[in-house]
């Protein structure tokens, strides 16, 4: 018989840097889960991504048993990873902080497919690019860069 499912949360936590302080702490000890077992098994998946913020979608279950999903980074730390940004623009149509080639939009849009709401990488580039242009980053074409 299947586990009664008594929470779903989705952290964002750095990758192999989990520890039991805010916002992992309390969001994880309201339902009376192990924390300290929840840093260790997330470190221990994430080892070798450090730098990079995870999503991680934890099911709790009512025995205070829990299981967890890494997703791959958000699409903005990526694109800030690859530009070298500590932000994106506060201005994005008028200020443009950094560019950004095609083939480094596909490569994003490849890691990312498996969690976006497509199938088509065409489709995921176009919303690799939507997130590129509301930084404030703008594309270029490889010959113009």
Known sequence: MAKKIKAQIKLYCPAGQANPAPPIGPALGQHGINIMEF?????????????LILPALITIYEDKSFSFI????????????VCGLAKGSGIPHKEKVGKITSQQIKEIAEIKLKDLNTTSLEQAIKIV???ARSMGIEVVDEEKK
């Open 129 to 131: 690019k939507g997130t």
């Open 39 to 51: 840093c260790k098994q997330f470190n221990e998946k994430t080892k070798g991504q450090e730098g």
């Open 70 to 81: 890494i997703k791959s980074p958000p699409c903005s730390v990526l694109l800030k990873r």
